[in-house]
């Protein structure tokens, strides 16, 4: 972009005469630096959040610094990487790095070396050692469980993929690079930033948590069943409400611009279009919101998108969110921008983006959010049955924008040749066509020489007769006797509506009838429509409907989905059983991945998002982390059970305390990254925003359910008596 602006700048400088310049009406610059403001002020206060929430539960700036040193240099890592495999970086793998996932490795090994020098009687190397000993394989089988759940996001194609598939690398490739810090820079900064003279306590609410933290464990330990049933019962409810959220392809990236494309009656002349062009240019002016207005009629100049000039195109550019007058909304101005328009008659139109129209036009090939297609041979059949379901369209709530790609509609002179006449003259059909071709589209009559060169001449009625029905009714044709026989006498001569496009796909004729979904969930309005026109729309033997556009591509991405998260939550389960050494505890950890899901949908439900692809990458990752916190927690338990003797409740309750502090800790860490993303409404947060609220609100209910509800499950299935457990 900078180079063609040079180059512009040159052009206006050097080439063009005084008083001519080149100005641009769309530069996309100005959508990048506005969200990379936007990615650039989460990131900021995402890192803020988790530097304050180590010093919080640690207690030492020091600890909690080299903590923090682990994000830049895992990141460094990961965009090394990114750049060997050619991995773009955008706003997704950028602005939805969770910054409290990456260092929850570090989190966990700094949190038990801490705990080790709260203890006391240890020296500082000795204290690393243990910890490190201690952790590193939970930290190691955490990581890759982590990057499985992120698996599917490599798997994914078309839009979602493109925009996803960054921040599966990003994130993998931070994931690894952590871990390997937490492992050998982190001890070796620990060593040498402490010190062997430090003394350290803990948070004093630490120790207040602790103190009502194992009294509650034990008595909901005392009714398993209860607890169990309270969180089956909470979890019904959750995925009952579910039903509810709606369902959505990709959110909207909010682009600051309008694309407005309006269809006027096929036969309008240039003359026209200019003026309605120029009137509605006058109107989006006058609007306060809008700084610029291009208007583009007909076709390009290089004729990639054939039309006619009955297609208007307008580009309403925005002035930037600081400027735009108090109060108002792109949401009141498109209402209002509709208002107008409905004024003039005979038209219809379509609002979109500049970016989201050619992404929708590339996934559909029709110029709408979604399509409805109508496959079949008879052109006026097609558009008699598409003219009926635009009727049922119009009955669904949140249906916008709905137009019928008219392929009808061109003036044609229709000559039929009665062949009954005809022949009662002893006129041949091959006759009538002659006179008729010679007459309208001309003939060669004799030749023009000039030096070596020859020219034919050919001879047709005037333009005026030619456009005349009557006149060419009057044209002669000549029987075999001599007799001169009108051609209205031999064949009717009609003017009637053509076809002036005839759209194909895949060897088939089709109509498309185009609309959008605003103020609604796509699936559910989508699923309305789809049920309305199969109940009352009948086609003939040989004829199709399809849909199109947004909802087809969501579906596809779903059906993907109900394939790639079983296999990567199956190759989760089989990390659990080797790490655990067993079914039992590998299926008990697995039950944290339903129960995590509570929060996210609550947090969709209260910021009134759908369920969009956006949001299930959210709960992907949110699994990741919620079983990352099920494998430490029970591989204390483990381990306290096998250096321990006593009750199996108090082996529980003191394995499952030393875990209380590092559980916490990732699960604020993981929520607060993103909180930033989750509360921001500027221009590029739409596509981040689902997925962080899923993060953030699925860490309230992961946290409660890790550290309360596991604990006694895993007691109720392992029994009162102590059973040996592998230990990791």
Known sequence: LARVRNTVENINKHVLPPGIEVKPFYDRQVLLDITIGTVKHTLFFGISLVLAVLFFFLGNIRAAAVVAAVIPLALCVSFIQMHLWSVPANLISLGAIDFGVIVDSAVILTENVM??????????????????????????????????????????????GIIFKPMAFTMGFALIAAMILSLTFLPAMISLVFGENLH??????????????????RRWMDRPLTVFSVAVFVLGITLLSMTRLGTAFLPTLEENNIWLRVTLPNTVDLDY???????????????????????????????????????????LYLKSPDKMPSGSSKKDLITHLETELNKIPGITYSFSQYIQDNVNEALSGVKGENSVKIYGTDLEVLDQKAHEVIDQLKKVRGVADEGILKELGQPTLNIQIDRDRAARYGINVNDIQTVVANAIGGAAVTNLLEDEKTFGIAVRLNEGSRNDVADIGHLLVEAPDGTKIPLSMVASVRLTDGPFFIYREAGKRYIAIKFSVRNRDLGSAVEDAQFLVEKNITLPPNYSISWDGQFNQMKQAQKKLMVIVPL???????????????????????????????????ALHLAGETLSISA?????????????????????????????????????????????????????????????????????????RPLALVIVGGMVTTTILTLLVLPVIYGWFRGRALTPASNI
């Open 115 to 160: 705990r080790h020098l709260e203890e006391g009687g240890k020296r500082l190397n000795q204290s690393i050692i243990l910890a490190t000993s201690e952790v590193q394989r939970a930290m190691i089988y955490s990581t890759g469980i982590i990057i499985v759940a992120y698996s599917p996001l490599f798997f994914m194609g078309g839009v979602e």
């Open 200 to 217: 350290h306590k803990p948070p004093s609410f630490i120790t207040k948590i602790l103190d009502g933290y194992k009294p509650l464990l």
């Open 273 to 315: 279009s200019v003026k309605i062009a120029n009137q509605l240019r006058e109107t989006f002016m006058k609007q306060p919101e809008i700084d610029k207005v291009a208007a583009q009629i007909g076709r390009p100049d290089d004729g990639t998108d054939s039309t006619g000039v009955f297609n208007q195109e307008y580009g």
């Open 568 to 602: 990567a939550l199956l190759g989760i389960f089989l990390l659990l059983v080797s790490a655990f050494g067993n079914f039992r505890d590998a299926f008990i950890v697995m039950i944290n991945v339903p129960f995590a899901a509570i929060g996210g949908v609550i």
């Open 616 to 688: 299930f990458f959210g709960f992907l990752s949110l699994f990741g982390i919620a079983i990352q916190d099920g494998v430490i927690l029970i591989s204390f338990i483990n381990k306290t059970a096998a250096t321990e003797h006593g009750q199996m409740k108090d082996v529980m309750v003191e394995g499952a305390a030393l875990r209380v502090r590092p559980v916490l800790m990732t699960a604020a860490l993981s929520g607060l990254g993103l909180l930033p993303a989750a509360l921001s409404h500027s221009i590029g947060s739409e596509a981040q």
